[in-house]
Nanobody, 121 residues
Framework: QVTLVESGGGLVQAGDSLRLSCAAS????????MAWFRQAPGRQREFVAY????????QYAASVKDRFTISRDGGMTTVSMQMNRLNPEDTGAYYC??????????????WGQGTQVSVSS
């Protein structure tokens, strides 16, 4: 079992920056790729950014490319996302996802509870 806890959300003005973090705990030995998703009120959850286990591959949604940067620590259990030039369309609950493989469970996606980002115009 793996638990993910996000932090760093808040209320900011358009143009400001925030840094989100997600810490994994539990049986994290098999943690692979990690990613951020977000969900605005009344909308489906959408992909934001991805980083591979070895940190050599990252992907971003077109709407955040060149503004957001995803990273993870050397221990592979914490993923962060620097968000710059925020705009009201970035408002939503941000969720961390980690893919974890174990011999017993195979590949399982775990999700955090989310952290709220609100951007005022």
């Amino acid at each position: 079992q793996v638990t993910l806890v996000e932090s760093g959300g808040g209320l900011v003005q358009a143009g400001d920056s925030l840094r989100l973090s997600c810490a994994a705990s539990g049986n994290t030995f098999g943690t692979g790729a990690m990613a951020w998703f977000r969900q605005a009120p009344g909308r489906q959850r959408e992909f934001v950014a991805y980083i591979s286990r070895t940190r050599d591959s990252t992907q971003y949604a077109a709407s955040v490319k060149d503004r957001f940067t995803i990273s993870r620590d050397g221990g592979m259990t914490t993923v962060s996302m620097q968000m710059n030039r925020l705009n009201p369309e970035d408002t939503g609950a941000y969720y961390c996802r980690a893919n974890v493989w174990t011999p017993a469970t195979g590949s399982v996606d775990y999700w955090g509870q989310g952290t709220q980002v609100s951007v005022s115009s």
